[in-house]
């Protein structure tokens, strides 16, 4: 298994700003994703982190907005750029790990943009 | 596109009654899938996926291409059970890129 943290757990955020949002794992892993939970809503990937290269972004999804960098193995950041009130949201991590391939969330990063 | 449904947002069962969360998806390849839980105040972790074929805490799902379904079940339901679950898809061999659900939120009454 892996285990997963991210920082900050919560955040309250001014329009305009940007917020960048840390995940560590505790032991080497070669995938690593990226998340949203809008409110009421349920998960859609983001992208994935790739390690060495630029990240891979889902359809809406633009690097200038959502900056992702994967310096090593165990660590990602994600990035949201330039704020409003429509990127509050629950933000989690999560790692493809363990000899069934199995995907380890994060606990989540809950943003509110006022 | 790949897309996952589930229509129930809320479903609540008694105690020792049996429980059904309806997955239904979309997608033209073969694809994997998943059931994933997320109990009050705890991170989303995975209880079940098509392919292990096994009953994880009393629940299974089977994959039924034909009809395009992954219901999740269990013939008596406890209150331990009340949780959030996503059913979810993979496209890719392994869990790679997970297409989600809108959750469904079991309720289990005494």
């Known amino acids: 298994s892996a285990v997963i943290s991210q920082k900050p757990s919560r955040d309250i955020c001014q329009r305009g700003t940007s917020l960048t949002i840390q995940c560590q794992v505790d032991?080497?892993?070669?995938?690593m994703f990226w998340y949203r939970q809008q409110p009421g809503q349920s998960l859609t990937l983001i992208a994935t982190?790739?390690?060495?290269?630029?990240?891979?972004?889902e359809s809406g999804f633009v690097i200038d907005k959502f900056p992702i960098s994967r310096p090593n193995l165990t660590f990602s950041t994600l990035t949201v750029s330039n704020m409003s009130p429509e990127d509050s949201s629950i933000y989690l991590c999560s790692v493809l790990a363990g000899s069934t391939d199995t995907q380890y969330f994060g606990p989540g990063t809950r943003l509110t943009v006022l | 596109a790949q897309r996952v449904t589930q229509p129930e947002k809320l479903l609540s069962v008694f105690k020792g009654a049996p429980v059904e969360l309806k997955c239904n998806y979309s997608y033209s390849g073969s694809p994997e899938l998943f059931w994933y839980v997320q109990y009050s105040r705890q991170r989303l972790q995975l209880l079940l996926r098509h392919i292990s074929r096994e009953s994880i805490k009393g629940f299974t799902a089977d994959l039924n291409k034909g009809e395009t379904s992954f219901h999740l079940k269990k013939p008596f339901a406890q209150e331990e059970d009340s949780a959030m679950y996503y059913c979810?898809?993979?496209?890719?061999?392994?869990?790679?890129?997970?297409?989600f659900g809108q959750g469904t939120r079991l309720t289990i009454n005494p």
């Open positions: 032991s080497q892993v070669t995938m």
């Open positions: 979810a898809l993979s496209s890719l061999g392994g869990a790679q890129k997970l297409v």
């Open positions: 982190a790739n390690q060495g290269s630029e990240a891979t972004y």
